[in-house]
C-alpha cells in the first residue's frame, strides 16, 4: 500500500472514531449526561453570556430551528436560563446557570487537555512540514465544504 493511502487511512480512522466519540454523552462534571450539541451549545453561551438565538445558530453553524431543540433540553437539565433583553423584550438571551458553568469549565479542560496533546507534537515538527501539514488539512476542509 502506497504510503498516501496509509494517510488517508489513518486519517478516516480519526474522523469515525471521532464521529463515535461525539456521539456519546459525556457527564462534563454533573450528573447529566450531555450530547456533543449540548456542550458545544454551553460552550458557546458560556463564551458570550447574554447571546441570542441567531447569533447561537450563527457562532456553532447549524439553523435557527435548530437552537431551541437543545435550548429546551438545557433548560431541562437546569444548564442555562433565559431571560429578556431590556431594551427589547421580544428579544429573548441566555447565560449559564452554576450547573452549567460547571460543564464549561470541564468542557475546557477536557479541549485544554487534548488539544495540548495535539499541539505539542505540531511545536516540534520543522517549520516546513508543518506548513505542508497545514495546506493539506486546509484542502481537506475546503472539499467538506463543497460537500455541504
Same mark, same amino acid.
Given at each position: 500500500m502506497r504510503q498516501s493511502e496509509q494517510i488517508f487511512n489513518i486519517l478516516h480512522s480519526i474522523i469515525h472514531k471521532a464521529? %463515535?466519540?461525539?456521539a456519546q454523552p459525556r457527564p462534563f462534571g454533573t450528573d447529566d449526561l450531555l450530547y456533543s450539541s449540548e456542550i458545544h451549545m454551553i460552550d458557546v453561551i458560556g463564551r458570550q453570556p447574554g447571546i @441570542?438565538?441567531?447569533?447561537?445558530? !450563527? *457562532?456553532l453553524d447549524i439553523t435557527k430551528g435548530a437552537v431551541p431543540k437543545i435550548i429546551r433540553k438545557l433548560l431541562h *437539565? #437546569? /444548564?442555562i436560563y433565559r431571560y429578556q433583553a431590556l431594551e427589547n423584550k421580544k428579544m429573548v438571551l441566555f447565560n449559564l446557570t452554576d *450547573?452549567?458553568?460547571?460543564?464549561?469549565?470541564?468542557?475546557?479542560?477536557?479541549? &485544554? &487537555?487534548l488539544d495540548? !496533546? %495535539? %499541539?505539542q507534537k505540531? #511545536?516540534? /515538527?520543522? &517549520? *516546513? &512540514? @508543518?506548513q505542508q501539514f497545514k495546506d493539506i488539512m486546509h484542502d481537506i476542509e475546503s472539499y467538506i465544504d463543497k460537500m455541504k
Open positions: 464521529s %463515535i466519540l461525539m @441570542c438565538v441567531t447569533e447561537i445558530a !450563527n *457562532k *437539565k #437546569d /444548564m *450547573k452549567g458553568e460547571i460543564a464549561f469549565q470541564a468542557h475546557a479542560a477536557f479541549h &485544554e &487537555e495540548q !496533546n %495535539i %499541539i505540531f #511545536d516540534v /515538527m520543522p &517549520e *516546513k &512540514e @508543518c
